[in-house]
C-alpha cells in the first residue's frame, strides 16, 4: 500500500499549493466495508516532491517520461519503439 500512500500524497501536495491551505494527514478508505487508513504525509512529502518535480520536467518537456515494462508490453504496438530507448 506505500505506492498508494506516496499517490495520496502527491494528490494532496498539489492540492496544498492550489489552495495554499497545509494538510498534515490524509486519509484512504478500501475495502468493501470502506475502512480508512490515516497517513501522516510528512513521511511521504520528500517522495511526492520528487514525482511532483519530474511531473513538471516532463509538462515543460525539459525531460521525456520514464518507460516501464509491464505485463501487456507483449501486445502493445509500441513495444518495439519502447524498447529502442
Do not use: H, W
Not at 491551505?21 to 517522495?47: P, V
Amino acid at each position: 500500500m506505500t505506492v498508494e500512500k506516496i499517490y495520496l500524497a502527491v494528490q494532496t501536495l498539489i492540492l496544498s499549493k492550489l489552495t495554499k491551505i497545509n494538510f498534515e494527514t490524509a486519509r484512504i478508505f478500501y475495502g468493501n466495508e470502506f475502512k480508512t487508513l490515516k497517513i501522516k504525509l510528512s513521511s511521504y512529502i520528500k517522495e511526492a516532491d520528487k514525482i511532483i518535480e519530474e511531473l513538471e520536467k516532463i509538462t515543460k518537456k525539459e525531460s521525456e517520461p520514464k518507460i516501464c515494462k509491464n505485463d501487456y508490453c507483449k501486445i502493445c504496438e509500441f513495444e518495439e519503439l519502447c524498447y529502442a530507448k
